[in-house]
T-cell receptor, first 114, second 114 residues
Framework: DGGITQSPKYLFRKEGQNVTLSCEQN?????MYWYRQDPGQGLRLIYY???????QKGDIAEGYSVSREKKESFPLTVTSAQKNPTAFYLC?????????????FGPGTRLTVL | AQKVTQAQTEISVVEKEDVTLDCVYE???????LFWYKQPPSGELVFLIR??????QNEISGRYSWNFQKSTSSFNFTITASQVVDSAVYFC???????????FGKGTRLHILP
């Protein structure tokens, strides 16, 4: 079955710790995205990558980092510099670098900072 | 400003009623794309429709229909004969023509009561 997997589904972190969220896709999509969702806030773009070994900052990149070493994988690291990291994180991919194409979403990771 | 407004935060209707979700957008571009996504309780967003700014034809897909009116900058979504499975958060989104980042509205949470 083709799709996007995110792990873990729930993640707890202590303040001051870095944590990495996994996102893998087997759809052979070139573009991948990370969004953050807060209650009543909709989705906000953190980072996106249109091709392997390249990525761009979204609207709220501060306190986050990404890598795109493989087409299938786009991990997101939430660093200790992110002041309010508790949120629902969604990964998405699309067939080509243009956001015109529909985005396919993973099931999300809910991060809670204790 | 580039913006999407979904004024209805939460709507509840009884099953089999029709319901319309409003979406108003702002963009200075003449070429742009509009989207609707559904987010069921499982979390991942599901693509429903994409519309480009040059195509004002209304679209119907089963119980779903969309009304795109450039004169009022609106792209409303109607569910006819609603069902409990339609309960979800629905997002309207805008891709301005000169950008590669989708702008999401804050979403409308729809409750279909049995």
């Amino acid at each position: 079955d083709g799709g996007i997997t995110q792990s873990p589904k729930y993640l707890f972190r202590k303040e001051g710790q870095n944590v990495t969220l996994s996102c893998e896709q087997n759809l052979n999509h070139d573009a991948m995205y990370w969004y953050r969702q807060d209650p009543g806030q909709g989705l906000r773009l953190i980072y996106y990558s249109q091709i392997v070994n390249d990525f761009q900052k979204g609207d709220i990149a501060e306190g986050y980092s990404v890598s795109r070493e493989k087409k299938e994988s786009f991990p997101l690291t939430v660093t200790s510099a992110q002041k309010n990291p508790t949120a629902f994180y969604l990964c998405a991919s699309s067939t080509s670098p243009s956001s015109y194409n529909e985005q396919f979403f993973g099931p999300g990771t809910r991060l809670t900072v204790l | 400003a580039q913006k999407v407004t979904q004024a209805q935060t939460e709507i509840s209707v009884v099953e089999k009623e029709d319901v319309t979700l409003d979406c108003v957008y702002e963009t200075r571009d003449t070429t742009y794309y509009l989207f609707w996504y559904k987010q069921p309780p499982s979390g991942e967003l599901v693509f429903l429709i994409r519309r480009n700014s040059f195509d004002e034809q209304n679209e119907i897909s089963g119980r779903y229909s969309w009304n795109f009116q450039k004169s009022t900058s609106s792209f409303n979504f109607t569910i006819t004969a609603s069902q409990v499975v339609d309960s979800a958060v629905y997002f309207c989104a805008l891709l301005p023509g000169r950008d590669d980042k989708i702008i999401f509205g804050k979403g409308t949470r729809l409750h279909i009561l049995p």
